[in-house]
């Protein structure tokens, strides 16, 4: 597993690398069907609106293939896992872990490893046939040392703008901001020709996710992967500039909605409360599905969306993951889950729900409407370039990405620009210790 990928031709270089390393050691590791199957707890973060419909899609498939098996939904709330991470590091360290628990693909993965926490698969890859239906360069998000250690259920895009057309139009705006500098400029025009919030946000790890966005939208794909390489400058004057750019956005969103999910962020923006959201595109799903979970909105009516600005030809990429901890009470249950997880149904039930495409590559992509359409497309367009998602696990380890969030919590407080750029450049030293 490598930190700071960039293009698909770099990626494809190293995971050849780590799939021969797969290659020679497949046979080791985790991986028989042996052990107990009464039951499954299935641990993740998705339990509110939009989230909870794909997971319940893929529960009632596992359920009906398998009968014996009671699946117990551990989910804890809190979008991006803000809360289950915590639960989950107090189960693990008391040698009380789930049967199987969600991890994204990549840094955060990686600590799990490292810990010795989660069981190697290649037995259950090879029984299964996984490794070819997988992209190459996320076998090797998920690899360590020639091991594979996880079963990616989808892709999820980060750079996502999402927006009310109407109020854009009230405000004079032709259309969605392509550059940072047009962002502001529109944000600043929803403010002074309309009534509506210009930028909708929520609880505080919706600041880091907007700060990944404008990191990327400023600096570009090759600098903002660069900045998650042993060693990266983040002192520079680009980084300067697109933190003040980050904290000139800030003023246009609004104090009140601090305390709340991504998910009432996301909805003042089809309420016509709001005129854009960043957010990822777990937000489609939320949009669209029916009621009572979704709110059954319709693209190009109620909603638009496009790639944030300055990010258009980028994927900001996460990909979440479900793990066979060490000792995991019913491992016959958890393999069960793993197989339904990593089969083409099982995605192809999940991901139209979820708003996010499969990981693997031999989806029905006429399942794949909408926003999804061009969701796949983009994903394998050979032009499409790559970043990784620090705050969804790519790039960051579950430190660093405490230690941002940390930075970004003073940040909210003080709105010190230069005391952020230290506090970045400090976590990502520390990083590397
Ligand atoms: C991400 C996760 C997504 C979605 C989102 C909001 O970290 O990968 O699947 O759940 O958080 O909660």
């Known amino acids: 597993m490598t930190k700071g990928l960039a293009m698909r031709g770099t990626w494809k270089a190293l995971a050849a690398a780590a799939l021969a390393g797969v290659l020679a050691v497949s046979g080791c590791g985790g991986g028989d069907d042996g052990g107990d199957a009464s039951q499954v707890e299935v641990f993740s973060w998705w339990t509110g609106p939009g ?11 596992f359920e009906k293939t ?5 699946f117990v939904n551990a989910a804890v709330a809190g979008g991006s ?5 915590a639960v989950l590091a107090s189960r ?31 037995s259950f890859y090879e029984d299964n046939n996984l490794k070819q239906a997988y992209p190459q360069q996320l076998l090797e998000q998920i690899s360590h040392q020639g091991k594979i250690y996880s079963v990616p259920v989808n892709i999820h895009r980060s750079n996502m703008l999402w927006y009310n057309p109407k109020i854009l139009e009230d405000a004079g705006i032709d259309g969605p901001p392509k550059t940072i500098a047009e962002f502001i400029t529109a944000l600043k025009a929803v403010d002074d020709r309309t009534d509506k919030v ?3 946000l929520g609880i505080q790890w919706t600041a880091d996710h907007l700060l990944e966005n404008v990191l990327l ?12 390489k042993p060693g990266a400058d983040w002192s520079s004057p680009a980084v300067t500039k697109a933190l003040t750019d980050f904290a000139e956005i800030m003023k246009y969103t609004t104090q009140e909605s601090a305390s709340s999910e991504w998910q009432d962020a996301a909805k003042a923006v089809v309420d016509g409360k709001a005129a854009f ?16 979970n979704g709110l059954g909105k319709k693209l190009d009516t109620d909603f638009k969306y496009a790639a944030a600005p300055g990010t258009d030809g980028t994927y900001m990429w996460l990909s979440d993951s479900f793990t066979l901890p060490r000792n995991a009470p019913h491992r016959g249950g958890a393999l069960a889950w793993l197989k339904v997880a990593g089969s083409k149904e099982g995605q192809d039930l999940f991901n139209p729900k979820k708003g996010s495409i499969p990981a693997r590559k031999d989806a029905d992509k006429s399942l794949y409407k909408g926003y999804l359409e061009y969701a796949l497309n983009e994903w394998t367009s050979p032009d499409t370039k790559l970043a990784g998602s620090f705050w969804h696990g790519v790039y960051a380890s579950n430190k660093w990405h405490t230690d941002i969030d940390t930075a970004v919590g003073l940040f909210l407080q003080n709105k010190d620009v230069a005391k952020l750029q230290q506090g970045l450049a400090a976590a990502a030293k520390n990083s590397a210790q």
């Not at 398998?66 to 009671?70: A, I, L, Q, R, V």
């Not at 009380?96 to 010795?116: V, W």
């Not at 939208?217 to 900045?227: Q, R």
């Not at 959201?277 to 009572?292: A, C, K, R, T």
């Open 51 to 61: 989230e909870a419909d794909g997971l319940a899609a893929m529960q009632a498939h």
């Open 66 to 70: 398998n009968p014996g098996t009671k």
């Open 81 to 85: 896992g803000t809360q289950a991470k």
């Open 92 to 122: 693990l360290q008391n040698r009380k872990p789930p049967d199987s628990f969600q991890g994204h693909a990549g840094a955060e993965l990686l600590d799990y490893i490292k810990a010795g926490q989660i069981e190697p698969l290649d």
């Open 198 to 200: 210009p930028l909708s």
């Open 217 to 228: 939208g400023d600096l570009g794909t090759d600098a903002y992967n660069a900045l998650w």
């Open 277 to 292: 959201n960043i957010m990822g595109d777990w937000v489609y799903g939320y949009y669209v599905n029916p009621g009572p």
